[in-house]
């Protein structure tokens, strides 16, 4: 199947034809591709669900009751027994519809599945955990299918996570300027790339929690508090105030703390009552400060940040479409051609995205009319496993609040679109946000922009 030109179809095909090649045309990649390019491409149900509710006629109020007065479907939530309801019938007879009302009713009720842990870690150590281990599968087949390359489980391509030490640094000491004696330190968690603990320091009857991060990237923590501290700045209740970031005192690791998010917390202190798509929102508006050297605000950060492990090259730019070019498609890239080695297939695919889906979905003039857009802040991490409800400082009441940042001044859409890949956000919460902030001219390529920024 021949590539067509940018201008002989609409954006959306022209960005499924380049970027899903290998999906779609077993000529354009070589077919060991096929199966990593599906690993890559998995969707999220609830953003396909809606799509599909969205494509059909809206149902009368009373579709799907009696099966929610069925003995099959009411022994199936009642009972441990049966973990899967089969909804059978013949092409064309509603089970799509059916099942949509299920789910609905299922999230009403605040009965649907959910997944739980047993070992005591704490949701917010997870995210970077799971995300890792996502990650390994991913490459373990890639490299297993191209290069015929036998490789570990995922678990050992991760580095394990080391307990903290029994006393507290002394850099987190001084830091504080605590007593040592006032002072202990316990695991939090489970992460990849850092040792999670929880610092507690004691004030008579009173105790006071910190979140702390050791390891030995300083980097990563450097930038991770630069997102945080711009973040916090901006929408105080979004997310910890970092507190401190530098190098350990006993040992060559480095280290970050913030405020600590008690996500068991119960009170009836009043809270901000801003839901997270406002507050995101908040962000996405909130004034940008100019670099130095520059007349007007600019893409990029003032460091370097992380996703993950994976550094994100932030230098500056007065182009967006340049910036996500050659500071996130291509840096992604090279970084992956130093793990992995360079393969020419790959490569020429991602100059076709580069030098023809970029210009045409993103090019100056084009996005967002005659006004062009504007850099604003986005948290740059932000998924399902990076946000929480919980109370910040033992302060307050229980905010919508979001953490592991790694931020840059970006198009708020960019936003968008890592949300959606990593999935876990409903369409009331892309609805409730776009009510504040409407989508970028022109409108009718949106979906195919947060395609191109899940890359």
Known sequence: MPYPHPGECDASDYLGTVS??????????????????????????????????????KPVGSTGIWMLLDQAYLQWLNEDRSRVLWLHGD???????????????????????RVEDNDGRKPHSLAEENFHHSTAAILRHWKTEVYGHSVSPDTDNIPKTTRPGPHVDSAIIAALSAEPAMCS?????????????????????????????????????????????????????????????????????????????????RTESPSSGLSLARKLAQLHTAPVPTPHDYRNPVFGFYVTTSVGRTAQDNSWNRSWPKFFAECRLRAVWRSMETSHGTDTELHSLLDRIV????????????????????????????????????????????????????????QSEYELGIMRMFGGFSAGFFNEYHRLILKTHPKSEYDDRLSLYQL
Request: glycine content about 12%.
């Open 185 to 265: 330190i316990e695991s939090y968690g489970q992460a990849g790339s850092s040792t999670p603990a929880k610092i507690l320091i004691k004030a008579g009857n009173h105790t006071k929690f910190y979140f702390l991060k050791t390891g030995p990237d300083g980097d990563m923590f450097r930038g991770e508090y630069e997102s945080l501290k711009a973040i916090n700045t901006a929408v105080p209740t979004l997310c910890p105030r970092p507190i401190v970031h530098g190098k350990l005192g006993e040992t060559f690791d480095s280290f970050l703390l913030t405020e600590f998010i008690n996500m068991e917390a």
């Open 355 to 410: 030098k023809e889906v970029v210009p045409r979905l993103l090019g100056n003039g084009h996005l967002g009319g005659r006004k062009g857009i504007q850099p604003a802040l986005v948290h740059g991490y932000l998924w399902s496993g990076n946000k929480a409800r919980g109370q910040v400082e033992g302060e307050g009441g229980i905010e919508e609040v979001t953490f592991d940042a790694g931020s840059c001044y970006a």
């Open 20 to 57: 899903k090649a290998a999906l779609q045309d077993s000529t354009a990649l070589d077919p060991r591709y096929q199966a990593s390019f599906q690993a890559l491409l998995v969707t999220d149900p609830a953003d396909d669900m809606q799509m599909i509710a969205n494509k059909k006629d």
């Open 91 to 113: 092409p064309g007879k509603g089970k799509t519809m059916l099942a949509i009302a299920l789910v609905e009713e299922l999230t009403r009720s605040h009965k649907h599945p």
